[in-house]
Antibody, heavy 118, light 107 residues
Framework: QVQLVQSGAEVKKPGASVKVSCKAS????????ISWVRQAPGQGLEWMGW????????NYAQKFQDRVTMTTDTSTTTAYMQLRSLTSDDTAVYYC???????????WGQGTLVTVSS | DIQMTQSPSSLSASVGDRVTITCRAS??????LAWFQQKPGKAPKSLIY???SLQSGVPLRFSGSGSGTDFTLTISSLQPEDFATYYC?????????FGGGTKVEIK
């Protein structure tokens, strides 16, 4: 069965970076892309960007363009999202989701809480 | 960016009620519209894609309709496990954008 398993919770200081992983299983990894979505406490869902596992092409939300990097490792079927220059506004649960541009998201990871605090 | 506007932002309903949530796009998105359900402390669950196609395993009481700019999610007979927050999202063009959510509460 399709599963996306994310790395554990992180606590970071302002100005630091965080790298969240998303281990995929149960399907052909390169046939889908991975989107990253975050949710601040008590808020709605916010799309951060998408990466094609097939060719590594990315599309980032303008808001994160300068400080996010999304990558994949096909040898371990793992996707990564690195966010730099963290501030308290980046405190949120970060989700990965399997996605095809033609049909949207179908499976989601369980989420990773990132807390930014001095 | 395409703005997605959901209404209502919250509603109260009873088990067995028919519930309809609407989502409006600020520009035409064809049928590139998805719906998600989220329960407190849990990851979103994908319900519908392409405006009206059910994801595998989603109960038939859920249905979606619409095309262009106006879309609806209907729950034909609300069940206790359906109390949650629902989000629409367009995937017609980048950046992908979500609606603000509709919280369905127990009356």
């Amino acid at each position: 069965q399709v599963q996306l398993v994310q790395s554990g919770a992180e606590v970071k200081k302002p100005g630091a970076s965080v790298k969240v992983s998303c281990k995929a299983s149960g399907y052909i990894f390169s046939n889908y892309g991975i989107s990253w979505v975050r949710q601040a406490p008590g808020q709605g869902l916010e799309w951060m960007g998408w990466i094609s596992v097939y060719n590594g092409n990315t599309n980032y939300a303008q808001k994160f363009q300068d400080r996010v990097t999304m990558t994949t490792d096909t040898s371990t079927t793992t996707a990564y999202m690195q966010l730099r220059s963290l501030t308290s506004d980046d405190t949120a649960v970060y989700y990965c989701a399997r996605e095809k541009p033609s049909s949207g998201k179908d499976y989601w990871g369980q989420g990773t809480l990132v807390t930014v605090s001095s | 960016d395409i703005q997605m506007t959901q209404s209502p932002s919250s509603l109260s309903a009873s088990v067995g009620d028919r519930v309809t949530i609407t989502c409006r796009a600020s520009q035409v998105i064809s049928n590139s519209l998805a719906w998600f359900q989220q329960k407190p402390g849990k990851a979103p669950k994908s319900l519908i894609y392409a405006a009206s196609s059910l994801q595998s395993g989603v109960p038939l009481r859920f249905s979606g309709s619409g095309s262009g700019t106006d879309f609806t999610l209907t729950i034909s007979s609300l069940q206790p496990e359906d109390f949650a927050t629902y989000y629409c999202q367009q995937y017609n063009s980048y950046p992908l954008t979500f609606g603000g959510g509709t919280k369905v509460e127990i009356k």
